[in-house]
Structure formats: C-alpha cells, structure tokens
C-alpha cells in the first residue's frame, strides 16, 4: 500500500492563479481531509468527506473547495490564490466504524508559496 | 467549539532526560490522539486513548489520559535525537479532528 499520496510537494503560484492539490488514498477509506499546517498554529481543517459524493467545510474552508467524486481521491482546489494561502497542506484519510473515525494516516504535505 | 492547548510550546531537553507534553481541552474528550511530525514530513500516528484514566506506551514513550477526560499528557523516557520533532495532540470532533497547536521537541546529543 503507497498510503496517502500528495501532489505536487512543492509550488509557487503568483497572486490570482488557481491549482488543485491532489491526494490518492489506497486503503478503502471513507473518510478524507484537507488540513493547512501555519506555523505556530498546528493543524487547520479547511474541509473533510465522509465518503464519496459528500463534503463539508471545516475550520477555514473560505478560498477553497473541493469534490470527492470517488472513495480514493479528494483533490483540494484554490481558485484565486492569495499570500494567505501560503502554508503548508497535508491530506488525511481514516476509516469509520459505524460513524466513528479512527486515526488518520497523513500524506507527506505539499508546501505552497504564493507571491 | 472545542479547543486544544498544549504546553509547552516548545522545549529542549539534553539527551536520556525524561519530559512531559501536556494537551488541555475546553471539553470533554471522546477521543485523544497523539501525532508526531519530523520537519518537512506529514504526521505519524503514536496512540489513541479514549477511556478516563487509559493510560497507553510504546517503547519509550507513554500517553495518558485523565480521569475527567479533559487533560492527556504525553511522556518520554531517556530521550533520544531520534523523538526530535513536533508533537501534537488531537481531539475527535465528531468524525473530525481538532488539532493543537504543537510542541516542538529538540532533543541535544
């Protein structure tokens, strides 16, 4: 099993552009996340999906969005990219027992400069 | 909305010391989780507690959870370069994690 896979690891954006970060999960997960990492303020959720077809915002979802049309990919979409989105950004997935999510197993991030 | 906060925010300790991460949440715990990140890298998972009073260890490390389950502490024993990095403890939010803010360990040979 490759896990959780991110691409791409690195970008630059300019001001105004747009790009979709992808992750693939390849363990049946139902569950998936996208979290931005700051530093100093630990992990934010910006938005999760408890399966495919269903999304939800998080913490800090404006500027974002995201479709899970299938069990293994979530790809997470910024439309009109700012400075603020300078971060680092990690997805997740985790399995469910009867609406209980279990750990999360975490993709290597993708670190993201806009200027 | 339930928050996490860890103490300290960062330390430094000399190798084959032992320390202490503390995470204190605004309510009560369902679920704890405790991550650990190496610089650059995503988070490895290290254990789970849910029960009020569980206390759980892997090799030299220990997570405990209190009995109110509001408070888990995170100790090591005999400290190696190897558990440098950033610790950081998670709440379930209802099939979400809630992160804190992390504690960034540096350990001196």
């Known amino acids: 099993n490759a896990g959780v896979t991110q691409t791409p690891k690195f970008r630059i954006l300019k001001i105004g552009q747009s790009m979709t970060l992808q992750c693939t999960q390849d363990m049946n997960h139902n569950y998936m996340y996208w979290y931005r990492q700051d530093p100093g303020m630990g992990l934010k959720l910006i938005y999760y999906s408890v399966g495919a077809g269903i999304t939800d915002k998080g913490e800090v979802p404006n500027g974002y969005n995201v479709s899970r049309s299938t069990t293994e990919d979530f790809p997470l979409r910024l439309e009109l990219a700012a400075p603020s989105q300078t971060s680092v950004y990690f997805c997740?997935?985790?399995?469910?027992?009867?609406?209980?999510?279990?750990?999360?197993?975490f993709g290597p991030g993708t670190r993201l400069t806009v200027t | 909305s339930q928050e996490l906060e860890q103490s300290p925010q960062s330390l430094i300790v000399q190798e084959g010391k032992n320390l202490t991460i503390n995470c204190t949440s605004s309510?009560?715990?369902?679920?704890l989780y405790w991550y650990k990140q190496k610089y650059g890298e995503g988070l490895i998972f290290l254990m789970m507690?849910?029960?009020?009073?569980e206390e759980k260890s892997h090799e030299k490390i220990t997570a405990k959870l209190d009995e109110k389950k509001q408070q888990s502490s995170l100790h090591i024993t005999a400290s190696q370069p190897s558990h440098a990095g950033i610790y950081l403890c998670g709440a379930d939010g209802g099939g979400k994690l809630i992160f804190g803010q992390g504690t960034e360990l540096s350990v001196k040979p």
């Open positions: 507690l849910q029960k009020g009073g």
């Open positions: 309510k009560t715990l369902y679920g």
């Open positions: 997740a997935s985790s399995y469910s027992v009867r609406g209980v999510a279990y750990e999360q197993y």
